[in-house]
């Protein structure tokens, strides 16, 4: 679809900025960028008027940790997969996302990796991808969940360097911080600009120090995969939830589809951390969008949609989330009563800060990538634009 062949103006719609709603004004785009907020009176013709007719107008959202949607993960390095997942959550309001591995044979990494070069170095339909997570294969089988405990490593068994062949695209690395080699993996990460994650970790917060240090920076779905305090004898050693909702210099995650945690928990990480901290992200897994009962996989692994999220088939653990982010801004407003604004800030320019692209994405501003979600009052997609084109509806 062409770039917008003068400039075009959204108006009579609620714009969302970061602090603020602004109604009354009109979002001026130019080209791919946005060129600012305006009043409609002032523009002159030679602008073309949308009328959105009082819906909200945000930023393109943004998830940092998804696996799939719709029977596809990135684990599968095929265009049908690629395209699949990044359309559907394009068709969500989602336009950039963090393409997310999950443990798996270090070859069946290394293809997916280099099929997301390949899928980067060309414009494509469908949400942007913006680089890699990497969430495994370094985790504490204590703390594996859904994670192939087949293919589970330890830092120091000589595999990482494969993996950092592909640095240029990784922008967030998990891994358990406890293992042997995780410091030594937290300071290589750190050198090469890739953001140093823990997650599916069984550490103390002995052990987490010495990586903060380091330069341990975020914390992956928050209650998810995660250590808690423990007593020996008498005293109680903090686990990786404390430390994730403690210390000011790290930023998290938290899945927000009202199944991986209730809304007491949720309101506890959002008191903690802040929406200037706190990402809400899908971990959603080929189920999304997909019918209850349905059996979908992630690597060797088999799930089913049970209960409107994905679980192991013996239900000892969830599988990640069967939600887009979309779904989850009306969840949090009702259930965690986080405000629209904050809401908005959480799944944009709060991941946007997060891996280092809010210089250009993540919020409504002069210069910024015109990245725009116009939304209906229940949060479906009303249209989608990405870098000044419109790409939904087509």
């Given at each position: 679809?062409?770039?917008?062949?003068?400039?075009?103006?959204?108006?009579?719609?609620?714009?969302?900025?970061?602090?603020?709603?602004?109604?009354?004004?009109?979002?001026?785009?130019?080209?791919?960028?946005?060129?600012?907020?305006?009043?409609?009176?002032?523009?002159?013709?030679?602008?073309?008027?949308?009328?959105?007719?009082?819906?909200?107008?945000?930023?393109?959202?943004?998830?940092?940790?998804?696996?799939?949607?719709?029977?596809?993960?990135?684990?599968?390095?095929?265009?049908?997969?690629?395209?699949?997942?990044?359309?559907?959550?394009?068709?969500?309001?989602?336009?950039?996302?963090?393409?997310?591995?999950?443990?798996?044979?270090?070859?069946?990494?290394?293809?997916?990796?280099?099929?997301?070069?390949?899928?980067?170095?060309?414009?494509?339909?469908?949400?942007?991808?913006?680089?890699?997570?990497?969430?495994?294969?370094?985790?504490?089988?204590?703390?594996?969940?859904?994670?192939?405990?087949?293919?589970?490593?330890?830092?120091?068994?000589?595999?990482?360097?494969?993996?950092?062949?592909?640095?240029?695209?990784?922008?967030?690395?998990?891994?358990?911080?406890?293992?042997?080699?995780?410091?030594?993996?937290?300071?290589?990460?750190?050198?090469?600009?890739?953001?140093?994650?823990?997650?599916?970790?069984?550490?103390?917060?002995?052990?987490?120090?010495?990586?903060?240090?380091?330069?341990?920076?975020?914390?992956?779905?928050?209650?998810?995969?995660?250590?808690?305090?423990?007593?020996?004898?008498?005293?109680?050693?903090?686990?990786?939830?404390?430390?994730?909702?403690?210390?000011?210099?790290?930023?998290?995650?938290?899945?927000?589809?009202?199944?991986?945690?209730?809304?007491?928990?949720?309101?506890?990480?959002?008191?903690?951390?802040?929406?200037?901290?706190?990402?809400?992200?899908?971990?959603?897994?080929?189920?999304?969008?997909?019918?209850?009962?349905?059996?979908?996989?992630?690597?060797?692994?088999?799930?089913?949609?049970?209960?409107?999220?994905?679980?192991?088939?013996?239900?000892?653990?969830?599988?990640?989330?069967?939600?887009?982010?979309?779904?989850?801004?009306?969840?949090?407003?009702?259930?965690?009563?986080?405000?629209?604004?904050?809401?908005?800030?959480?799944?944009?320019?709060?991941?946007?800060?997060?891996?280092?692209?809010?210089?250009?994405?993540?919020?409504?501003?002069?210069?910024?990538?015109?990245?725009?979600?116009?939304?209906?009052?229940?949060?479906?997609?009303?249209?989608?634009?990405?870098?000044?084109?419109?790409v939904y509806p087509v």
């Amino acid at each position: 679809m062409p770039t917008q062949s003068k400039r075009l103006a959204l108006v009579n719609g609620r714009i969302v900025l970061p602090y603020q709603v602004v109604n009354g004004k009109a979002l001026v785009i130019e080209g791919t960028t946005i060129a600012g907020i305006a009043n409609p009176g002032d523009l002159g013709s030679e602008t073309e008027m949308l009328d959105v007719e009082g819906r909200l107008i945000t930023p393109g959202l943004i998830d940092i940790h998804t696996h799939g949607a719709l029977g596809h993960t990135f684990l599968e390095p095929t265009e049908e997969a690629f395209a699949t997942i990044t359309q559907e959550n394009m068709r969500r309001g989602v336009t950039s996302l963090l393409a997310t591995l999950s443990t798996a044979s270090i070859p069946s990494l290394i293809a997916s990796l280099e099929y997301a070069r390949e899928w980067m170095q060309t414009e494509r339909a469908g949400a942007q991808i913006l680089g890699v997570h990497m969430e495994g294969p370094y985790f504490s089988p204590a703390q594996a969940g859904a994670q192939d405990p087949g293919n589970l490593r330890t830092p120091d068994d000589g595999t990482v360097e494969q993996l950092l062949a592909y640095h240029d695209l990784i922008r967030i690395f998990t891994y358990a911080p406890e293992l042997p080699g995780a410091l030594e993996l937290t300071a290589r990460l750190r050198e090469l600009g890739i953001v140093p994650a823990a997650g599916h970790s069984a550490a103390r917060e002995e052990d987490l120090i010495p990586a903060i240090h380091a330069g341990l920076r975020h914390m992956i779905h928050i209650w998810s995969g995660q250590s808690t305090t423990i007593r020996e004898g008498p005293w109680r050693k903090p686990g990786l939830l404390e430390v994730s909702l403690v210390y000011e210099g790290l930023t998290a995650e938290m899945i927000a589809d009202n199944k991986h945690l209730p809304p007491t928990l949720m309101r506890l990480a959002y008191k903690c951390i802040g929406p200037e901290r706190l990402s809400l992200i899908s971990d959603a897994t080929s189920g999304a969008g997909l019918p209850e009962g349905t059996r979908f996989g992630m690597g060797a692994v088999e799930y089913e949609v049970h209960d409107g999220v994905g679980m192991l088939l013996d239900r000892t653990a969830f599988a990640g989330s069967t939600t887009l982010i979309n779904e989850m801004i009306p969840i949090v407003m009702e259930h965690v009563d986080v405000p629209l604004v904050a809401a908005i800030r959480m799944v944009s320019l709060t991941p946007a800060r997060v891996i280092g692209v809010a210089d250009r994405k993540g919020s409504i501003g002069p210069g910024k990538d015109a990245d725009i979600a116009v939304f209906n009052n229940d949060f479906t997609a009303w249209r989608v634009m990405i870098g000044g084109r419109w790409v939904y509806p087509v």
